[in-house]
C-alpha cells in the first residue's frame, strides 16, 4: 500500500496550485458577483496544460489518468468551485467519449480541442427529468445517415459554448434506457441554440444553460456506441466523473480550514485570539478530520479507475461524503467568522454557496445513496 504521489503528480499538484492562487483566487470574487465565465481563465489553463487533460495522447492530449485529474481538481476548487465547474465539466463532457468512442470518433473530435482553448459539454438532465436520467423526452430520429434530434436539455454546464456537447436523447419514449444513444453535437448546428440560466445560488463564475434541439442533424457516425448504448455511456461516464466533484469538494474545505485558523488567529474576543478556545478548536479539529477522509476516500476511488477496476460504490460514498462534508466546514466557517462570514467581505459565505450544488449535480447525494444500498444488497 503506497500513499505517496509520485514526482509528476507533485508537480501537476504544484501546478495547479500555483495557477489557482495566480489566476484564479485574485478574480473569483468578481467573476462570482458578474455571473460571468471567465474565457481568459479557460485560455490561460489552456497555455499551461491545465485545460481537457483526459484526452488521450492518440488523440494529442495528455492522457492524464485519474488521478491525476482529481489532484488539479481538488487545488481549483480551493480557488474557485464555479471556475472548477467550467474546467471539470469540460472533463465531463470528454468522459463519453472515453468510455463508448472508437478511436477514430476521438480523434475527430478531441484532436481539435488539444490545439485551441475549448470546452465540451455533457447533456443528460431535461426540465422535468433529472435523477429519472431513463425517462427523458428529447428524441433522436434516424433520418438516412443522419440524426435529427428534437428537444430540451437542463442545467448543462458549459452548454452554448462548448465546442461539442454529447447529447442523449431516445428512439422511443416508451422504450426506457434500451432506447436511448449518445451523439456528438457540434457548437456550430443548426437548429441548436441556448439560453443562460440566472440568478443561481453559487458557482455563478460557471455557465449553466437550456440547451434547445431543433430539428438538429447530426450525421450517423457522430453516433456514439450502438442503439441503447446512451443510457450505459451515460451512467459509466458518472461513476467516472463523480470522483472529481469529491475531489473539489476536498479543496473547498481546505479552504474553509484555511479562512478559518487564520481568522481565528487573528480575532480577539475576551481578552485572546478565539483560536485560544476549546470551541473553536474542535471546529477546526472536525473540519480537518473530514478533509483527510474524504481525500483518501476520493483518491482510493480514483486509484480504482486508473486500474480499471469497478468503482461505482467508491465513486458514490466519495462523491456524497466529501460534498456534504464539505458543506459542514464552509458553513462551520461561518460560524467562526460570525457576522463578518454572513457578507461578503470574507470569502466563506461563496463557499457555502457554491458548494451546496456539490451534493447535486452528478447524480444527488440521495441517488448516490441508492448506489451505495443497491451495491450493499445485490
Known amino acids: 500500500m503506497e500513499f505517496s504521489l509520485s ?55 495528455l492522457g492524464l489518468g485519474m488521478l491525476d485529474e482529481c489532484l488539479i481538481g481538488e487545488e481549483l476548487a480551493y480557488g474557485c468551485m464555479g471556475i472548477y465547474t467550467v474546467l471539470m465539466a469540460s472533463e465531463l463532457g470528454i468522459t463519453p467519449l472515453l468510455v463508448g468512442a472508437t478511436e477514430e470518433q476521438q480523434r475527430r473530435f478531441l484532436t481539435p480541442m488539444t490545439q485551441k ?15 429519472d436520467a431513463a425517462a427523458m423526452h428529447t428524441t433522436a430520429v434516424l433520418d438516412g445517415d443522419e440524426w435529427v434530434i428534437n428537444g430540451t436539455k437542463m442545467w448543462i454546464s458549459n452548454g452554448g459554448v462548448a465546442e461539442i456537447t454529447v447529447v442523449f436523447a431516445t428512439t422511443d419514449r416508451q422504450g426506457g434506457h434500451r432506447a436511448t444513444v449518445a451523439l456528438v453535437v457540434p457548437r456550430d ?25 431543433e430539428n438538429v442533424r447530426v450525421p450517423r457516425e457522430n453516433q456514439l456506441g450502438g442503439l441503447g448504448d446512451g443510457f450505459k455511456i ?44 476549546q470551541a473553536i478548536q474542535f471546529k477546526l479539529a ?30 458514490a460514498i466519495a462523491k456524497a461524503y466529501c460534498s456534504e462534508m ?25 463557499l457555502l454557496r457554491d458548494v451546496k450544488l456539490n451534493t447535486i449535480y452528478e447524480g444527488t447525494n440521495e441517488i448516490q445513496r441508492v448506489i451505495i444500498s443497491r451495491n450493499l444488497l445485490k
Open 326 to 350: 464539505a458543506f459542514d466546514a464552509a458553513n462551520e466557517a461561518i460560524q467562526i467568522h460570525g457576522g463578518y462570514g454572513y457578507v461578503g467581505e470574507y470569502p466563506v459565505e461563496k
Open 7 to 61: 514526482d509528476e503528480q507533485r508537480q501537476l499538484q504544484q501546478l495547479a496550485r500555483d495557477f489557482t492562487r495566480k489566476e484564479i483566487i485574485p478574480v473569483a470574487s468578481e467573476y462570482d458577483q458578474k455571473e460571468e465565465l471567465p474565457w481568459h481563465i479557460v485560455e490561460k489553463a489552456f497555455e499551461v496544460g491545465l485545460l481537457n487533460v483526459g484526452i488521450p495522447d492518440h488523440a494529442g492530449g
Open 189 to 213: 448546428a443548426p437548429g441548436f441554440t441556448y439560453n443562460k440560466i440566472k440568478h443561481k445560488m453559487g458557482q455563478r463564475a460557471s455557465l449553466t444553460s437550456e440547451l434547445v434541439f
Open 117 to 131: 482553448p475549448s470546452l465540451a459539454a455533457f447533456a443528460l438532465s431535461e426540465p422535468n427529468n433529472g435523477s
Open 286 to 315: 472536525e473540519m480537518a478530520m473530514g478533509i483527510e477522509t474524504g481525500r483518501l476516500m476520493y483518491q482510493k476511488a480514483a486509484w480504482l479507475v486508473d486500474q480499471h477496476q469497478p468503482h461505482g460504490f467508491e465513486s
Open 234 to 277: 451515460a451512467m459509466k461516464t458518472l461513476d467516472k466523473t463523480r470522483i472529481p466533484v469529491a475531489a473539489g469538494s476536498v479543496g473547498i474545505a481546505r479552504r474553509a480550514l484555511d479562512e478559518s485558523v487564520k481568522y481565528a488567529r487573528e480575532r480577539a474576543a475576551f481578552g485572546k485570539p478565539i483560536a485560544e478556545f
